[in-house]
């Protein structure tokens, strides 16, 4: 499925004090490492993702897989594309770096998804109206930023 097939959510951005070089390594370990915690396997396993488990290669490339997601396409330094679907919804993660300067980037993390019926509506509800989604990707961003900083200090 094409990203555009589904509607727009929602993006945030946050701007790093540290290049794409710096930035990429911890996005992808940050992703890894969140999404492979107990409980959010356990989430992936309860609302029937299509991908329960991390899998494929290392790194995150195409391909792999964590909890709730699989890399549809992964365009290091600039693009990755996570893409899921479980129960209630079908959706993709779409983060893209871009550099601004010497040492600061942007990243952004564009979401979209679909809501199929009741339950996904409901699941929506849940999930985006409670703007538990908003606090979820605002605190990933917070944490790649910092990650992302503090490598590029060393």
């Not at 794409?20 to 609302?47: K, N, Q």
């Not at 538990?132 to 790649?144: F, N």
Request: with cysteine.
């Amino acid at each position: 499925m094409e990203t555009s097939q589904l509607p727009h959510l929602d993006e945030h951005t946050t701007a790093i004090a540290a290049g794409v070089d710096d930035v990429w390594p911890v996005l992808i370990e940050t992703l890894d490492r969140t999404f492979s915690r107990p409980h959010v396997t356990g989430y992936a396993r309860a609302v029937r993702c299509a991908d329960h488990t991390a899998s494929g290669p290392r790194p995150l490339a195409e391909g792999s897989t964590i909890p709730g997601f699989r890399v549809a396409a992964a365009a290091p330094g600039s693009e990755l594309v996570l893409e899921g679907r479980h129960h209630f919804s079908t959706y993709f993660l779409i983060f893209r770096l871009e550099q601004v300067d010497a040492g600061r980037s942007l990243l952004r993390a564009e979401s979209r998804a679909a809501f199929p019926g009741v339950a996904g509506g409901l699941y929506r509800l849940l999930v985006v109206g409670t703007g538990g989604h908003v606090v979820g990707i605002r605190r990933l961003l917070s944490a790649i930023a910092s990650r992302s900083e503090a490598r590029a200090r060393m």
